[in-house]
C-alpha cells in the first residue's frame, strides 16, 4: 500500500506483525534515511540487523527473501535494512518481487531507494501487496521539518517550543537525520525521558555549540575535498581532541556532495566555474571552496564519492573497528585523490 511519509512510521508501528516489507524511495535520500531510523528503532533493542546493498541481491533473487527467513544464531529476531544507490532499484526487482510472493511471513524488511519513483513496475507490485508499503519522500519544507521536530523530540521527552524547532530546522537545512543529532544531544544534556519531560531553555542550542559543530565538521570535509592533506590531519587532530558525530558528518557531506552535484552538472553544461560557484543561492562562505572543489572533481567522480559515503555509513554500523578509525581512513583516501587531481 502507499502511504505517507509523516504517517509510516505510525501505520507501521501498529501493525509490524502484519507488513513484511517497507520501501522509502524518492528524491530525498536524507529523508529515506531518517525514516528507515525512526521504523527499526524498536526493533534495534531486541533484534539483529542485517545490512545488504545491490551487490547481495544480484547474485541470486532469492538472497533478500532467505535472508528475511534465515534464523539468528542466537534464535533473535532480525531485520534486514537493503540500501539501494540512485539508479539500482530496477536492479533489485527480482529479489523483492521474489520476497513479495514468498507464502512465508518472515522479518521485516526495509529497503532504503533513493530516486526511485512511485510510478515504476516495481512500487505498483509494492502499492497492489497487502503486507508492504511505500513512501515517497521529497524534499523536506522548512513548515515540514519543524512539526517532524517536535515530534521526534516528544518521543526523547523534550517539551520543544515551535520557535526551537524552527531553528533546529534551519540550523540542519530541514535534514531530519542531523535534527535527531540534535534533539538527543538536547535530550542527553537535559536529562530528559518520555517518563521525565524536560523543556529546554530558548538558549540550549548555543550554550551546546550546535553551529560550531557544524562549521568544524565543514573544515574537515573542505580539506579533505580540496586536497589539503596538512590542513586535514590539523582538522583531524582538533576533532579527536573535541569530539564530533560521525553520522552528523557522514550526513553533511551528502548534502555538501549533492550540492557540488548540481553545480558540477551546470558547469558540464557549459557553465563558467567562477560564475556558478559565486551565484548568491551558494551562501557566500562556501563559495571558494565550491569553485576549488568544481576544478578538481568531475561528475563521475563525485558520484562515485557519494556512493562511497553511503557505503561508509553502513560500515560504520556493521564494523568491528573503532567509527572514528574508518572515517579518518576515508578522509585521508579522499584527500590523497583530490590532490593528484588538481
Known amino acids: 500500500m502507499k502511504v505517507k511519509p509523516e504517517e509510516i512510521v505510525r501505520r507501521f508501528h501498529a501493525a509490524a506483525d502484519q507488513c513484511r516489507l517497507v520501501l522509502l524511495c524518492g528524491p530525498n535520500v536524507t529523508r ?29 533473487a532469492a538472497r533478500l527473501n532467505d535472508e528475511a527467513n534465515s534464523a539468528s544464531l542466537f534464535g533473535d529476531k532480525r531485520y534486514i535494512v537493503l540500501r539501494l544507490n540512485s539508479g539500482e532499484a530496477v536492479r533489485a526487482t527480482s529479489a523483492i518481487e521474489t520476497l513479495l510472493a514468498s507464502a512465508s511471513g518472515g522479518d521485516p524488511v526495509f529497503v532504503i531507494a533513493p530516486g526511485m519513483g512511485d510510478k515504476t513496475a516495481l512500487a505498483k507490485s509494492i ?8 513512501a515517497t519522500c521529497y524534499e523536506t519544507s522548512p513548515e515540514q521539518a519543524a512539526a517532524a521536530i517536535v515530534t521526534m523530540a516528544k518521543t526523547e521527552g523534550l517539551r520543544l517550543s515551535r520557535e526551537m524547532a524552527q531553528e533546529i530546522a534551519a540550523l540542519t537545512s530541514n535534514d531530519l537525520v542531523l535534527a535527531r543529532l540534535e534533539v538527543e544531544k538536547i535530550a542527553l544534556y537535559l ?113 562515485r564519492l557519494i556512493d562511497r559515503i553511503l557505503q561508509l555509513e553502513i560500515a560504520l554500523k556493521s564494523s568491528g573497528q573503532p567509527d572514528q578509525v574508518l572515517l579518518e581512513e576515508e578522509l585521508l583516501l579522499i584527500a590523497r585523490k583530490a590532490a593528484r587531481s588538481r
Open 127 to 134: 502499492i497492489a501487496a497487502p503486507d508492504a508499503m511505500i
Open 32 to 60: 529515506c534515511q531518517a525514516l528507515v531510523d525512526e521504523l527499526v528503532k524498536p526493533l534495534a533493542q531486541s533484534s539483529e540487523r542485517v545490512d545488504l546493498t545491490i551487490s547481495d541481491v544480484t547474485e541470486s
Open 191 to 303: 536529562d530528559a525521558t518520555p517518563e521525565s519531560p524536560q523543556t529546554p531553555e530558548s538558549d540550549v542550542l548555543a550554550l551546546l555549540g550546535a553551529e560550531n559543530d557544524e562549521e568544524d565538521i565543514g573544515l574537515l570535509i573542505h580539506a579533505a575535498l580540496n586536497g589539503d592533506a596538512p590542513r586535514l590531519a590539523q582538522e583531524i587532530a582538533a576533532s579527536r581532541a573535541q569530539g564530533i558525530s560521525e553520522i552528523g558528518l557522514i550526513r553533511i557531506m551528502l548534502r555538501h556532495l549533492t550540492k557540488l552535484a548540481e553545480l558540477r552538472s551546470k558547469v558540464d553544461n557549459g557553465g563558467n566555474v567562477d560564475s556558478v560557484a559565486g551565484h548568491p543561492s551558494v551562501f557566500f562562505k562556501e563559495q571558494k571552496h565550491f569553485k576549488r572543489q568544481l576544478r578538481i572533481w568531475s561528475s563521475a567522480h563525485i558520484a
